[in-house]
């Protein structure tokens, strides 16, 4: 039987891999790309049949640059996950901290981990693909002096040492990601979170009207992120999750948004996970 495939940024190891395994279990095929852009298409084109994208992150907010991927590349969610991220600082075996002199790491990875190296100023910041790879590179090149910020698994499959356990400035870290499929899911009566976006034109009192909406309707909202629409300048498009008790409250209340903002679009009805 042909394995589903899934479409990952990063390779074995990193975050989004273990995502994918925890997911879809270990019989899957991989196609790991090394930034978002290629993942989201992978699957527009149906070259793989889900994407597993990291959304936001307790200490870092917001990949905005994601929400716009998921519209852009009219993807459906269909699930979400969030992960534990403990980040392991490591090297090749037998170096001290002192002699670490660079870092490099997905930029989120380093923004997780800014006091950590705040107290160790001569350590360089770089940013790089994906966490894993770092490990991986500097298992191959046999760079001294180079660490990485990678998960404890990373740190096993290539080898490397790890110099300070859990640097990340808050212990308690999570990444959300989400499941990502090309065609639109069709949700059951028993999924109790959406995402939608909703465009309002720059007008006196919109946005608080449509939360108000929102709250009249008992509807908790989880998150709101604003995104600049592109092609007008100064105008924004709110990415909005819903968490609610009752689907009939929830189609009642996008009904009523399309009457007062008009065009509401939704990436999908899932199962809160958190
Ligand atoms: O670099 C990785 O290992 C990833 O899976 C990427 C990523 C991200 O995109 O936020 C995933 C989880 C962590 O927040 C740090 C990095």
């Known amino acids: 039987m042909a394995q589903v495939k899934i479409a990952i940024q990063g390779v074995l190891g990193s ?21 978002f852009e290629p993942v989201a298409r992978a699957v527009a084109n149906g070259e793989a049949d889900y994407a597993v ?6 200490i870092a907010g917001a990949i905005l640059p994601n929400y716009d991927l998921i519209d852009r590349y009219g993807l459906s969610i269909r699930d979400e996950y969030y992960l534990p991220i403990g980040h392991q600082f490591m090297a090749l075996p037998g170096q001290s901290i002192q002699e670490i002199t660079e870092v490099r ?7 997780q981990c800014k006091a950590f190296f705040a107290q160790h100023p001569h ?9 894993a790879s770092v490990a991986r590179d500097i298992a191959n090149g046999k760079w001294k002096g180079v660490a990485s910020i990678a998960s404890t698994v990373a740190a096993k499959i290539y080898g490397m ?8 400035t808050v212990k308690s870290n999570f ?28 007008q006196k009192g919109g946005l608080a009207k449509l939360l108000t909406l929102i709250a009249e309707n008992g509807m908790d909202l989880s998150k709101i992120q604003s995104i600049p629409v592109i092609e007008k300048p100064w ?40």
């Open 15 to 35: 975050f989004h891999h273990q995502v994918a395994l925890r997911n879809f279990g270990d019989q899957i095929e991989i196609l790991d790309f090394t930034t």
């Open 53 to 58: 994208m990291a959304i936001e992150n307790s």
């Open 105 to 111: 790491s997905h930029p989120m990875a380093l923004l």
């Open 123 to 131: 350590i360089q910041l770089k940013e790089d693909t994906d966490t």
């Open 161 to 168: 040492e790890i110099l300070a356990q859990d640097i990340q």
């Open 175 to 202: 990444t959300r990601f989400i499941i990502l499929q090309k065609d639109t899911v069709r949700p059951d009566q028993s999924v109790n979170k959406a995402s939608i976006k909703v465009t309002i034109q720059n």
């Open 235 to 274: 105008e924004y498009a709110f990415f909005i999750d819903l968490v609610f008790g009752d689907h009939s409250i929830f189609s009642d209340t996008i009904e009523e948004i399309r009457t007062s903002f008009g065009e509401v679009k939704i990436f999908g009805e899932y199962l809160s996970r958190k």
